[in-house]
């Protein structure tokens, strides 16, 4: 299960800079949240 943590905090970090000026942020945490 630490891996999927790990996982998932590399691809908010790198699809940070890219959603920025969206709400992607929000979106990604919720999207992986529920999954």
Same mark, same amino acid.
């Given at each position: /299960? *630490? /891996? /999927? =943590?790990?996982?998932?905090? &590399?691809?908010?970090? &790198? &699809?940070?800079? *890219?959603? @920025?000026?969206? $709400?992607? $942020? &929000? *979106? /990604?945490? *919720?999207?992986?949240? =529920? @999954?």
């Amino acid at each position: /299960m *630490v /891996m /999927m =943590q790990i996982m998932k905090s &590399l691809l908010l970090l &790198l &699809l940070d800079p *890219v959603l @920025r000026g969206k $709400r992607g $942020r &929000l *979106v /990604m945490a *919720v999207e992986l949240n =529920q @999954r």
